[in-house]
């Protein structure tokens, strides 16, 4: 017997100890619907959570339309997973009816390791900075001065790039030709490794970008930055990517992240003209609902930066891999940050191309924060601290997770918009079914079976233009099994009928067999993304058949372990 549904807290971010315990009380909680799994164990060992959402009163999740939700790829992008653990406890909370017919994959944090490490120490990563073997010269954050937290130092130097913000003097700013002295190197708090005493200090370690390393258009580095060593190198994406490719019932994908405020759609790279016209009006349709829904602008990825920059090109990123391999409407949300929060808008954040106008903006962020009162600092105060190797520096500044997410007093009602738009894209699923089933007697012990395979859901079984193309996305196949003592007059048991189109596609599928009236046998539909069910067929003696109710299939093999 299940308990009540837990809320959540969206008071701080959680370290892995508060989520682990946040999935399994949610899986406790309504058993029925929930089910807590691993897509596998991150490098540094963490179970990696999988919630799988459905009623399982019914067909095994593997047979029914997969929507999936994943969040904080990158590690400091900590918003992304209280929205995506709300959207697991609404469906639970409210069980809507679409629960009978969609399975909900949540991955609420992708990157624990990362995550964990910006929640301990407050730290700024990417998604993974890979060390190996330290080099000389190279500083490597620690933290230096024992108080938890890795944050900046700053050190008056002559050819320091930093002065203090003549306005707000707890910032730094850019130093111009005619800015007064003193003048601060900035670098992470942290220790350099078999230090010469030079000035050539570099910050060491690759910084890895979990986000470059999806499998379409992948370039290594330094072609693209962060992209690792081959797609899905990384264990944790080669957990996710193995997920995805093994489930071919998913028709829709959305990914939470956090930075100026938007509904990302493809493409990553190129334009509009290199996607299918017809998908790129349904992207237009889904991503303007996701506004409706959220309040978030729309923006291509392509288009997603400052104002007098270029359009970028993000190879192996997710929009793409998502449309172009896995043949799908995909989205991501950016769920905003500080600046988002002080009430800046992306459109203002983009079009600060200036220092002074970036400046202007951080001052207005930090005055906002402190008149929130919030019970975590936005900035730490500089503290004079005697580094071991570089003496004197102050150790502070601003706090990245602080900085880089949505202020947590928004992101409950920002995670609200998104849930009502994954529910709203979820409702347009495909959904095979097998209608006006009957068998007919045409001779003593010879019966004509026919059934109707439709699909009845609002997208085709291809998903888009460009699925029809995958073998990913596979056509409907519909298969009469006989019963014992019956035999198959057709010459084919199974026949592929191709994909259906949404609403009206359909198919009447026929064969003869030969039996004595009463159960003939099964007839079950593979339907992709679809969905799969099947029906007995039952010869009345005399008459059409009686049809038995759906039933649930055996249950398929789960890609991915209990916790």
Known sequence: MGTSVPPVQFSRFMAYEELDQMVRELARSRPE????????????????????????????PEERPAY?????????????????????????????????????????????????????TCGSVRSRTHVGEREPNALYPADVDGNGLILTMRQQHPDGAWVVDPEEPRLLAPRRFDSPPPYYRVLPEGLIHAWDGSEAIRVGGRSLDWNRNW??????????????????????????????????????????????????????????????????????????????????????????HEARSRDIALRGHFHDFGYHHLGLHVFEFELGNAFNSAGISTEEQFAATEPEARQANLRRVLSWWDGQQSGTPLHEPWTPWQHPQLGLVEVGGLRPPQLYNPALSCLEELAAGTYRFTLEHARRHPAVTLEDLGADAVAPGCWRVRVRVANRGALPTHVTQRGRQLRRLESVRVQFQPAAGVGLLSQQATVDLGHLAGVQGSRVVEWFVAGQAG???????????????????????????????????APAAHGAGEV
């Open 215 to 304: 499998s379409y258009d992948w370039r290594p580095e330094p072609e693209q930055p962060g992209a690792g060593d081959f797609p899905f190198s990384e264990p944790e994406m080669h957990h996710l990517g193995s997920f995805l490719h093994a489930h071919g019932n998913l028709f829709g994908v959305l990914g939470y992240h956090t930075g100026p405020a938007a509904v990302l759609r493809p493409p990553s790279t190129g334009a509009d003209a290199d996607l299918d016209a017809a998908d790129l009006r349904l992207l237009e349709d889904l991503a303007g609902l996701a506004a409706r829904e959220t309040g978030l602008p729309v923006i291509p990825v392509v288009k997603y």
């Open 68 to 120: 999936l939700v994943h969040a904080n790829i990158h590690a400091t992008e900590l918003a992304g997973t209280h929205a995506a653990l709300y959207t697991a406890a609404r469906l639970l909370q409210e069980a809507p009816e679409l629960l009978r017919r969609v399975v909900f994959y949540v991955v609420p944090r992708l990157n624990p390791d990362g995550a964990e490490h910006v929640v301990r």
């Open 519 to 553: 159960r003939l046998g099964e007839i079950a539909v593979r339907g992709g993304a679809g969905g799969s069910s099947r029906v007995e067929v039952i010869a009345a003696r005399p008459g059409p058949a009686g049809c038995a109710a759906d039933r649930p299939a």
């Open 33 to 60: 619907l929930c089910r807590l799994r691993s897509l596998g164990d991150s490098r540094e060992g963490r179970p990696v959570p999988l919630l799988c959402i459905t009623d399982f009163g019914g067909a095994c």
